[in-house]
């Protein structure tokens, strides 16, 4: 009989791990490090494929994230190692990572790392205080509890730990704050350049087309709070979503099939969006919309599409039906965000009103998803009408997709039925619980 019994991915206890992970940093490199870094990963409640377009999204930080050990160098190596099972070949070593972070022959996983350095060298003398020392390298063990490649950014969490590393152990400000008070020291301003230095990272060394969506969550989410994040400038509003929480829990189905962002088809759908923009003659697709969104303005833009297309606009050589799917996606995205954002900083609903017109928008998101980006797979489907059926109040695939996680809604009473009945969908299904948590800090 196949065990049907749920699978939990625990985050672990912060102290105990950061302990044990320095303790193995003695074993790997033979001396101490100066400290332990976490930055979490990141649930978007709504808000996929449209950071990079301006769009408003929905995450919170997870208690599941990356820890990194770190040991300063003066001369500019970066040395790495990761306790992936999966990844880990032993100490990678990177001479000079702060002016190339991507030498021939080092494992992909590594410019993650020494993008970062690089892009914060990049820096240079905009923000003193977080300007690298002269030849500052690093020794650095990594150590994450979230499913590596699972739609839960493991990747910004790994390059926000590392940025925190960077700064604590080689620039002024880390000079002068250590532990608890580096965290303080680091102010939201200061967090949203380093979110800023993680995306360079991503995008311009490592090649993936990320939006900065995940970075910001990693540095700048909030214990019990709903990050709203407006991509166009970046600002945050918080949101306590603990009156939500008191009755209804979020869960995270990961689905065991891993994707990779970097591998390119993440990049063409972008690239089918971005070109839905140029034929509506804007720069990024929340500007083709007015303040306030509604349903008709939509409605008007996709027309306003279908006749810049009669007109002959260029779309790069791109199929105009894919072009206008990914128009469709954005457009409807945008709206849910901005219904969800209205609907939990607004009037009071009531709690099971508010779960109800929340799950309803998850699942209307999940079909978008699926139908306009064409992103989903049959796992992640199965996973949704599952979940539905079993009593949540709505769930949708978040991440880039083609592999990755359903963030559920569920009520607290219904948990058991839910994860028993996704359970039976397949062996590698696991759950982590979605707490709303603090953001990158020493540990
Ligand atoms: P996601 O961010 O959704 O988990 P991505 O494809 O964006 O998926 O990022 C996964 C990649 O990030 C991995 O293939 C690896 O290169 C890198 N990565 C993430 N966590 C680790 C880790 N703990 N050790 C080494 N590399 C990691
Ligand atoms: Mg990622």
Redesign the pocket.
């Known amino acids: 009989m196949r065990d049907n019994s749920a699978r939990w991915l625990a985050p672990g206890d912060p102290e105990s791990i950061s302990v044990a992970l320095a303790t193995r940093f003695s074993q790997v490199y033979n001396y101490d490090p100066e400290g332990v870094w976490f930055a979490p990963g990141r649930a978007n409640l709504n808000g996929e494929h449209i950071d990079f377009h301006g769009g408003r999204c929905l995450p919170m930080a997870l208690r599941h994230g990356t820890y990194v050990a770190a040991a300063p160098r003066t001369d500019g190596v970066l040395r790495l190692r990761t306790l992936d099972p999966s990844l880990d070949s032993g100490i990678v070593e990177i001479h000079d990572a702060a002016a190339q972070p991507t030498p021939a022959g080092t494992p992909s996983w590594t410019t993650y790392v020494s993008g970062v350095l690089w892009a914060l060298a990049q820096l240079k003398d905009e923000h003193p205080e977080i300007e690298l020392h002269r030849g500052t390298g690093a020794d650095l063990l990594i150590r994450s509890t979230l499913p590596i490649g699972g739609g839960l950014?493991?990747?910004?969490s790994l390059e926000c730990a590392a940025a925190l590393a960077f700064v604590a152990i080689g620039t002024p400000l880390g000079a002068e704050n250590h532990g608890d008070d580096l965290t303080r020291a680091l102010t939201d301003s200061l967090r949203a350049v380093l979110a800023q230095v993680c995306v360079k990272a991503e995008v311009e060394a490592v090649g993936a087309g990320?939006g900065g969506l995940?970075q910001t969550t990693s540095l700048r989410a909030a214990e019990g709070k709903l990050v709203s994040l407006d991509c166009r400038d970046f600002t945050v509003k918080r949101t306590d979503i603990a009156f939500l929480l008191r009755d209804y829990r979020f869960l995270a189905v990961d689905t065991g099939h891993p994707h990779q962002?970097a591998d390119g088809r993440f990049s063409a759908r972008r690239a089918e969006a971005e070109a839905a923009a140029s034929a509506l003659g804007v720069n990024r697709l929340r500007d083709a919309l007015p303040e306030k969104p509604k349903k008709s303005d939509v409605e008007l833009t996709l027309d306003e599409f279908d006749r810049a297309l009669e007109a002959g606009a260029d779309l790069g050589g791109l199929d105009a039906g894919s072009c206008r799917r990914r128009l469709k996606h954005a457009l409807t995205e945008m709206l849910r965000s901005e219904k969800i954002h209205r609907i939990l900083n607004g009037d009071a609903h009531g709690v099971d009103n508010t779960a109800d017109l929340v799950g309803d928008l998850m699942s209307a998101g999940h079909a978008s998803m699926k139908e306009n980006a064409e992103v989903s797979f049959a796992l992640a489907d199965q996973v949704v009408d599952t979940v539905v059926q079993a009593g949540a109040s709505g769930a949708r695939l978040i991440g880039g997709g083609f592999g990755g996680s359903v963030l559920v809604l569920v009520p607290r009473s219904r948990m058991e039925d839910i994860t028993s009945a996704a359970s039976r969908l397949s062996p590698d299904v696991r759950f982590l619980e979605v707490v709303p948590s603090p953001a990158a800090r020493a540990v």
């Open positions: 950014s493991s990747s910004a990320t995940d962002l």
